[in-house]
Structure formats: C-alpha cells, structure tokens
C-alpha cells in the first residue's frame, strides 16, 4: 500500500496550554473543518481523551454521505497527540498533531500519512488537493480566532 505524508505547521500567539486545550477538545473539530463538508462529531460531548479513545464522524464528500471513527493512539498532554482511522474514507490515515512553545506563542503542527483508494493517481488526480484545502481552511479559521501575531 502506497503511502503519501502531508505536513504542515502554524503559529499561533497564544500559550501552549490553551492551544492544545482547543485542538484536543474533539467538538472543535467542526468549528476548523470546511462547511462544504458538512461535518459532525457524532460521539456525545464531553469525549474523554486518551489512548483508545473512539471518536465517530460524519461528514459529506462531494455530495456523498460518509462515517468516519477515529481512535486516539498516544496523548501526551500538552505537547502531542495523535489519531488512527478505524474506519472511513481512506485506506489509511494516521494523524499526529504536536505543540511547542515557541517565540511567545505555540507552533502548531500536523503530519499526516495517508493512503488512498486509486494509489498515486487518486492522490494525485483529487485527495491530495483536498487535504490541502481542507488544512489551508484550518489554517485560515486558526489565525482568524487566535490571531497571527501580524501586527500589519
């Protein structure tokens, strides 16, 4: 199974703590994700963080409804954390989100690795394009809320 990794980090102006409170609030996940969508924590708040934790979406692609439950698989409070696909759209996803104090603020990281259905021609031809939209979103949504720390 061909594997792709995508990355991508953002610093926020804001302590470590608080940052990594919001990102590990699972119910914040559809305040960052993109409307378009349609996504929604399914598990009942509050979800109780911690490896083996299952967490269920749902959410529509491309007019298509889908599931998706996730399992946290390490938490190290508060500087990472990181989440498996148990089941959903991809054939795999493995997504580790880490936290670090940096010039006043918290850089914000995400490495995801994936596989898709379709190999490198799907991720070529769609997901990989997808998945940067749906962080530059994220991106976007995080420096609206937090600031940038641009005082331009």
């Known amino acids: 199974?061909?594997?792709?990794?995508?990355?991508?980090?953002?610093?926020?102006?804001?302590?470590?703590?608080?940052?990594?409170?919001?990102?590990s609030d699972a119910s914040n996940l559809e305040v960052i994700t993109p409307p378009w969508l349609s996504f929604s924590v399914v598990t009942p708040a509050p979800i109780e963080m911690r490896p083996g934790t299952l967490i269920d979406y749902?959410?529509?692609?491309?007019?298509?409804?889908?599931?998706?439950?996730?399992?946290?698989?390490?938490?190290?409070?508060?500087?990472?954390f990181a989440?498996?696909?148990?089941?959903?759209?991809?054939r795999q996803w493995?997504?580790?989100?880490?936290f670090v104090e940096k010039d006043g603020g918290t850089l914000a990281g995400d490495?995801?690795?994936y596989a898709v259905w379709g190999g490198a021609l799907a991720n070529a031809l769609v997901v990989r394009r997808d998945v940067e939209r749906i962080f530059d979103y994220r991106?976007?949504?995080l420096t609206a809320m937090f600031g940038s720390g641009d005082d331009s």
């Open 94 to 98: 493995i997504h580790e989100h880490t």
């Open 58 to 80: 749902r959410l529509r692609f491309r007019g298509f409804p889908l599931r998706w439950r996730s399992e946290i698989t390490s938490w190290d409070p508060p500087h990472r």
């Open 139 to 141: 991106r976007q949504t």
């Open 83 to 90: 989440d498996a696909q148990v089941k959903g759209p991809y």
């Open 111 to 113: 490495r995801v690795e």
């Open 1 to 23: 199974m061909k594997t792709f990794v995508y990355e991508s980090s953002i610093w926020l102006p804001r302590p470590l703590d608080e940052v990594f409170a919001f990102f």
